[in-house]
């Protein structure tokens, strides 16, 4: 791949996962047709991937109990990537059925996080993706990963890089290709994001790296911007901003879509993403969850919007 | 100065600009006690330099009218730096018998915004400099600059670099030796950033650079990444992220002072000013000005803040 003057990527992916991440912890229950319409105007605007969903307990997760339903309507409205958490072999056949592009198997870096999420261990975790793969493997469909707090754990606090790559190279072994670095609740920084990226590529040199930012203390474009200079060309966001923290009702969830967007429009790196496209649908993700939300650019507008002379009553000094 | 590995500096400056740029534009009228308690809390926290105020027409910006009593007052408890905007000669002489360290001279780098800022061409604020520097030179108190829209206009859209530089030029043939680049309405990028700095540094050698950047647009943070890596050691921000933006009202105003520290702490560069400090601070800012405030560390906590497991509902996966 060509690179930038800067060594920056000159094309990357930004992969929505608002509906999924984002709505995962919402109290109201987001309505199906909300969602769909989320991801087909988001495609339109040039988005080619999405965490569509999460084939979990809908008992556990009652936002996620519209599933399937969500993949089969969102198929029909466009050809672009979409993809699911799938937790267990039952939830990767209930997958296999809804006709999704990919099956995206989570385990925790940290195991008292992975005990709080899915209640077992990180080997048991990582050995019951043995099923999901075989179910995959049958369907004819990929398995990609992803690390929760492979960046910090809320419990426990630093994560080793050692357990990261412990991780990903156990996914490696069972064909996975692509794994998520998740910054589960806003621990990830550029010192930490360079040592991550680092310690992965040298021990799986062909292993495709996402992102997947929270900006629960602010940083997490920055974090972001240190994956560009790494060379990392994937990363996921939700639009709007939408989602929050478990741990920290009042602070941010994911980075912003539109937010990433004009980031990388601004450092001449490609996505392919319609900024105001993005800045239009804004408000619709605001309306399915009923509050306000963390984005910026969607508030602001684009950076060369012009304003009228006396469309303010004082100019900022 | 000794660099880090990777070409940060050492050692940066935070300027708190909160009791000035972060409350000029509050609707409601911020108490001096509230102004004064702030500034002193923060001295203890080991901010070493303030923008304490403005020394503007109390009719134009009523928030101001107290200036002097507040740097009386803020002078009485700390002995850190003390700045305030001085318009012209006779609010240089009030800020000279107000005993303060530094006036600020400003002017908008674009003309539009210069005229509806103070009513005035660049040019005639430029030459009103001249009386501004010669009550100071008397009084024995420096002169700093200020150049708003440094790095775009809200009504013209782009601001060229050179336009910049000349006004640099022009106030370091004033004897003015620290300027300040103003992001008045969050239109700063890395690349303008750099293209910025770059272009100053060719000019003007020996000029102590400052960065104040607003979070306008999400990437706040990332711009003041991008300072760090030209080499600036000077940046401007406020506490909570006092302020806004007139030109968006939904929008946020300066980055966080908190938000900056954190992630000068997490970088390894030094600012002397404790973290944990800033975030017991915080809420005082945000019962100061009677509403929620943007920065998040302060709501999150900081990076290894340990949760027990019982403190969530349930994790995010």
Same mark, same amino acid.
Request: hydrophobic share 45%; aromatic share 4%; charged share 20%.
């Given at each position: 791949?060509?690179? +930038?003057?800067?060594?920056?990527?000159?094309?990357?992916?930004?992969?929505e996962?608002?509906?999924?991440?984002?709505?995962?912890?919402?109290?109201?229950?987001?309505?199906?047709?909300?969602?769909?319409?989320?991801?087909?105007?988001?495609?339109?605007?040039?988005?080619? &991937?999405?965490?569509?969903?999460?084939?979990?307990?809908?008992?556990?997760?009652?936002?996620?109990? %519209?599933?399937? #339903?969500?993949?089969?309507?969102?198929?029909?409205?466009?050809?672009?990537?979409?993809?699911?958490?799938?937790?267990?072999?039952?939830?990767?056949?209930?997958?296999?059925?809804?006709?999704?592009?990919?099956?995206?198997?989570?385990?925790?870096?940290?195991?008292?996080?992975?005990?709080?999420?899915?209640?077992?261990?990180?080997?048991?975790?990582?050995?019951?993706? #043995?099923?999901?793969?075989?179910?995959?493997?049958?369907?004819?469909?990929?398995?990609?990963?992803?690390?929760?707090?492979?960046?910090?754990?809320?419990?426990?606090?630093?994560?080793?890089?050692?357990?990261?790559?412990?991780?990903?190279?156990?996914?490696?072994?069972?064909? !996975?290709?692509?794994?998520?670095?998740?910054?589960?609740?806003?621990?990830?920084?550029?010192?930490?994001?360079?040592?991550?990226?680092?310690? +992965?590529?040298?021990?799986?040199? %062909?292993?495709?790296?996402?992102?997947?930012?929270?900006?629960?203390?602010? !940083?997490?474009?920055?974090?972001?911007?240190?994956?560009?200079?790494?060379?990392?060309?994937?990363?996921?966001s &939700?639009i709007?901003?939408?989602?929050?923290?478990?741990?920290?009702?009042?602070?941010?969830?994911? !980075?912003a879509t539109e937010?990433l967007?004009? +980031?990388?429009?601004?450092?001449?790196?490609?996505?392919?993403?319609?900024?105001?496209?993005l800045?239009?649908?804004?408000?619709?993700?605001?309306?399915?969850?009923?509050?306000?939300?963390?984005?910026?650019?969607?508030?602001?507008?684009?950076?060369?919007?012009?304003?009228?002379?006396?469309?303010?009553?004082?100019?900022?000094?």
């Amino acid at each position: 791949m060509r690179s +930038l003057p800067d060594g920056l990527p000159e094309r990357v992916t930004v992969v929505e996962v608002g509906p999924r991440d984002g709505l995962q912890n919402e109290a109201r229950p987001v309505a199906t047709d909300d969602k769909v319409e989320l991801i087909a105007r988001l495609a339109q605007a040039g988005v080619r &991937s999405f965490e569509a969903t999460a084939f979990v307990s809908p008992k556990a997760v009652p936002q996620m109990a %519209d599933a399937a #339903e969500v993949v089969a309507r969102a198929r029909a409205r466009t050809d672009a990537e979409l993809t699911a958490l799938v937790p267990n072999p039952k939830g990767a056949e209930r997958t296999a059925e809804a006709g999704i592009d990919g099956m995206v198997v989570f385990v925790s870096a940290s195991e008292s996080h992975n005990a709080k999420n899915v209640n077992r261990s990180v080997a048991d975790s990582l050995a019951g993706f #043995e099923g999901v793969a075989a179910v995959a493997r049958d369907a004819g469909i990929p398995v990609h990963g992803a690390i929760a707090t492979a960046f910090g754990c809320p419990f426990e606090g630093e994560v080793p890089a050692a357990q990261v790559v412990r991780i990903a190279e156990a996914m490696w072994g069972l064909g !996975i290709r692509r794994i998520t670095l998740g910054d589960t609740t806003g621990m990830a920084t550029p010192p930490l994001v360079e040592q991550r990226c680092q310690a +992965l590529r040298a021990a799986l040199p %062909d292993l495709e790296i996402a992102l997947h930012f929270h900006n629960t203390r602010g !940083i997490g474009l920055v974090n972001a911007m240190t994956g560009l200079r790494q060379g990392v060309t994937r990363y996921e966001s &939700s639009i709007g901003g939408l989602g929050g923290c478990p741990f920290a009702p009042e602070a941010t969830g994911n !980075i912003a879509t539109e937010d990433l967007v004009y +980031l990388l429009d601004e450092l001449g790196v490609a996505s392919g993403v319609d900024l105001q496209a993005l800045i239009d649908t804004a408000p619709l993700a605001q309306r399915a969850v009923g509050h306000g939300l963390a984005a910026q650019v969607s508030k602001a507008g684009p950076r060369l919007k012009r304003f009228a002379m006396d469309s303010v009553r004082t100019a900022a000094q």
